[in-house]
């Protein structure tokens, strides 16, 4: 079986964009492969977090992955800093990698834009999530097209280790998104759909009411032409809802345009609000039963238990590599 890594930062509410970007991804691979999936507190704090929040977010994102179907029976599910390697084996990369390349990075180079200074984790995070993956001799780490990036430096990173000590990391290979997957902003279908962006209704969470899912379709930037059809470059907006209401319901993007192929954005969109509605309404049903279950807890300590067993394997390799110990 080929082992599986992924993970999501707790920092405010999971939506659609995450779930049909990744998180999908993440129940289907577990039906055939070794699966591991953390929440990645750790990254998370590379911006300032309150601590009660961040400690809500964690069991948020935990309660979440249970809730969209990844079984703790066959996938393990922990916490980033309840395993030490992970910051043990960043350090060791670190040492391993070059300014020059980390400054390249697009995610740093967007955060840091216009500002005279930024947190060294944030120039750092890319080392944090390649050992991430290098910790668990990952073989799949499935993920969304924007992490390209981060996959090519963790491979770099890890092939330069292996050119000096041989067979100390497994090579990962990133699973993408086919390119008409990636869910965009509601408000601005030109950028992707994200937790942090201010008008709430760019994006729909996972668990929003059904009121605000209406509201926030309803209001989808569109345009002025009145017609249904699949085209990104020129109709961005439109393009997008026809990706969400392909994504949800299974039909293909061909036979939902025909479909409305007489009809205005109106009707369109209010059949949308409801395939989606329907789509994440088991999704909230089971995640109000798991979220303040005694259950949620005792999972992510075993969780913890059977990935620091793994990393401890990994970890002792790379210190009798690297001459580390005694």
Not at 111 to 133: C, H, N, Q, R, V
Not at 224 to 234: H, L, Q, T, Y
Request: proline share 4%.
């Amino acid at each position: 079986m080929k082992r599986v890594f992924s993970g999501v930062q707790p920092t405010g509410n999971i939506h659609i964009g995450n779930y049909l970007g990744a998180l999908r991804q993440f129940v289907e691979l577990q039906e055939e492969n070794e699966c591991i999936y953390c929440i990645v507190d750790l990254h998370s704090i590379t911006v300032p977090q309150d601590p009660k929040e961040l400690r809500k977010h964690i069991l948020d994102v935990a309660a979440l992955y249970l809730a969209i179907g990844i079984d703790p029976k066959k996938s393990i599910v922990f916490v980033q800093s309840d395993v030490s390697g992970h910051a043990e084996l960043s350090w060791i990369l670190t040492c391993n990698s070059y300014t020059g390349e980390l400054s390249r990075m697009t995610q740093f180079k967007d955060k840091s834009k216009g500002k005279e200074s930024a947190p060294t984790g944030l120039f750092t995070y890319p080392i944090l999530m390649a050992a991430d993956i290098l910790l668990y001799d990952t073989d799949i780490v499935p993920v969304g097209n924007d992490q390209k990036q981060h996959i090519e430096i963790c491979r770099d990173i890890a092939m330069r280790v292996n050119n000096k000590y041989k067979d100390t990391f497994v090579i990962p290979d990133g699973r993408f998104l086919k390119s008409g997957a990636r869910i965009m902003s509601l408000d601005d279908p030109t950028s992707k759909m994200s937790k942090s962006a201010e008008n709430i209704h760019s994006r729909i969470s996972l668990l929003d009411e059904d009121s605000k899912i209406k509201k926030s379709i309803m209001r989808a930037t569109t345009d002025s032409d009145g017609e249904i059809r699949f085209d990104p470059e020129n109709k961005p907006g439109v393009s997008n809802l026809l990706s969400i209401y392909s994504a949800f319901s299974g039909e293909s993007i061909d036979d939902i345009v025909a479909k409305y192929a007489d009809c205005g954005y109106g009707d369109f969109k209010k059949d949308l609000v409801g395939i989606t509605q329907e789509a994440v309404a088991p999704i909230k049903q089971n995640f109000n039963e798991i979220r303040e279950s005694d259950e949620l807890k005792a999972i992510l300590r075993d969780g913890a238990e059977k990935a620091n067993t793994i990393a401890e394997k990994t970890m002792k390799r790379v210190k009798d590599h690297f001459g580390l110990g005694f």
